[in-house]
Nanobody
C-alpha cells in the first residue's frame, strides 16, 4: 500500500510560480512512475507530466517549457515546479504513483487527495 500527500497549492497571479510536492510513504519500493494530473471545472482530467524511476520525463504540450517535474528518491518525493502560470492552469492537481507488481503494471495505481491551484489577477 502506498500513500501520497500533496502540498504547495494556492493562489498565484498570472506569470507567477508555484511548486507542488508529493510525498510517498508505505510500500514504495515497487514504484516505477509518478505523475501529475489536473482537472479544471467542467473539463476532463489530463496528464500534466510524469517521470520514471530512471529519470525520463514527459510533458503535456500546454505546459512544455513552463513546468518541470523532478524526483528526489532519497525523500520519496516528486515535485512539479510551475512557472509563467496562466489562468488556464487553474485546476485541482493530483499526484499519482505507478507500480509494478509481479507481472502486473499499473501506470497510476495510487492517487493523492489533490491540491487546488488558482491563477488569477
Amino acid at each position: 500500500q502506498v500513500q501520497l500527500v500533496e502540498s504547495g497549492g494556492g493562489l498565484v497571479q498570472p506569470g507567477g510560480s508555484l511548486r507542488l510536492s508529493c510525498a510517498a510513504s508505505g510500500s514504495i519500493s515497487n514504484i516505477y512512475r509518478m505523475a501529475w494530473y489536473r482537472q479544471a471545472p467542467g473539463k476532463q482530467r489530463e496528464l500534466v507530466a510524469d517521470i520514471t524511476s530512471g529519470g525520463d520525463t514527459n510533458y503535456a504540450e500546454p505546459v512544455k517549457g513552463r513546468f518541470t517535474i523532478s524526483r528526489d528518491n532519497a525523500k520519496n518525493t516528486v515535485y512539479l515546479q510551475m512557472s509563467s502560470l496562466k489562468p488556464e492552469d487553474t485546476a485541482v492537481y493530483t499526484c499519482t504513483a505507478g507500480t509494478r507488481e509481479g507481472s502486473w503494471w499499473y501506470a497510476s495505481k495510487y492517487w493523492g487527495q489533490g491540491t487546488q491551484v488558482t491563477v488569477s489577477s
